[in-house]
Structures are given as structure tokens and as C-alpha cells.
């Protein structure tokens, strides 16, 4: 059951940051590893999630694509490129990430709490279209590295769901200070 109704908007939703942390948890759980960050295009959101019991129907109007998870790794300096691309755009969906936009830059970048570092290679779950430099991610397909789960997107969120919904608990979300 979603605990309230989500939907998708700029600089940051319930809807994106909901799907941003589950793909982050889910790349996480299958690398046996924490990834840094997560990106979710605000466009592959197709629909908005209802207060309410959450149906398998509603899983497929919301992630109708057949895309799949896939962990990169990117260097910082090319992060930084991708979050200024999203600072332009006013903002996409995000976990991992605290930034704010100031004339159409990203300023004040932490990753889990940390200052970006454009030396290091961090970790990002996403789906394989963004990892291909699709809507115009370029950067993403810049990668170090790329590893292909084969975990379908929503497979993923259908599995999150149903592990939440078992054991009794609420899907909710909430509004941080991602993008701000």
C-alpha cells in the first residue's frame, strides 16, 4: 500500500525519489555492495503511483519499458558534467545525492554526505537506456565500467513492493532536499 499518492515533478518528487532509492537498494543488494548513487529520468516515469493499494497494473503503467538495471561506473569530473546537464533541466530523480541548483548550475554537491570528488569513480544504478547516453545523459555512457544485472526495472519494483507489503509495511516516500 502506498502510504500517499506519488507523483513525478522537478527538482525532485516523492514518485522520483522512490524509484531513485529502490534502484540504489536493488544494485546494492545484487552487487553485494553499497552503490554510491542512483539516477531515474523523470520522462520513464509514465504515470504517477496512487495512495492505496499498489497493483501489479499499476507497476506496468508506470515502468511500460523493458529496461533493466545496470550499475556504471563514473568518473566525478564526468558526474559533474551530468549534474550540471541537471541543473539546467531543473532537476531529475536522484538518491545518494544532496545538491542545489544556482543559475542553472549544480552547486554544493555531496555524494552520501561526501563533497564530489572529480578524481574518484563512483558507483551509479540506473537503467540500461540512461546508461546508453540516452536522453541526453551523455556522460553516463562515458563510463569506467558497466555491469549488466539482468534484473528488469520493474521486476524490481514489483519484488520491492511485495517484500514491503508482506511484512506489513507502508510504501512511502519522502521530500529530503535532494535537488534543491
Not at 543488494?29 to 520513464?44: F, M
Not at 516515469?45 to 497494473?57: D, K, M
Not at 499499476?58 to 538495471?69: A, H, I, K, R, Y
Not at 531543473?90 to 545538491?99: A, H, K, L, P, T
Request: without cysteine; charged residues 25%; positive net charge.
Amino acid at each position: 500500500r502506498a502510504a500517499e499518492t506519488m507523483k513525478a515533478h522537478k527538482p525532485e518528487s516523492l514518485l522520483s525519489n522512490f524509484n531513485a532509492d529502490v534502484y540504489k537498494l536493488s544494485a546494492s543488494e545484487y552487487l553485494k555492495g553499497k552503490v554510491d548513487i542512483a539516477i531515474v529520468n523523470l520522462g520513464g516515469l509514465r504515470t504517477q503511483i496512487p495512495a492505496g493499494n499498489i497493483t501489479v497494473r499499476n507497476v506496468f503503467e508506470l515502468m511500460p519499458f523493458e529496461n533493466e538495471l545496470v550499475v556504471v561506473g563514473l568518473k566525478g569530473d564526468k558526474l559533474l558534467g551530468l549534474l550540471n546537464y541537471f541543473a539546467e533541466i531543473g532537476g531529475q530523480g536522484v538518491s545518494g545525492i544532496r545538491m542545489q541548483i544556482e543559475n542553472n548550475k549544480a552547486t554544493n554537491i555531496l555524494i552520501n554526505g561526501e563533497p564530489l570528488d572529480i578524481n574518484k569513480t563512483y558507483s551509479i544504478a540506473t537503467n540500461d537506456y540512461l546508461a546508453g547516453g540516452n536522453d541526453k545523459m551523455l556522460q553516463l555512457a562515458q563510463n569506467e565500467k558497466r555491469i549488466n544485472t539482468g534484473i528488469k526495472i520493474r521486476n524490481m519494483l514489483l519484488d520491492y513492493v511485495k517484500n514491503k507489503t508482506k511484512n506489513g509495511e507502508l510504501i512511502q516516500s519522502k521530500l529530503d532536499g535532494r535537488i534543491k
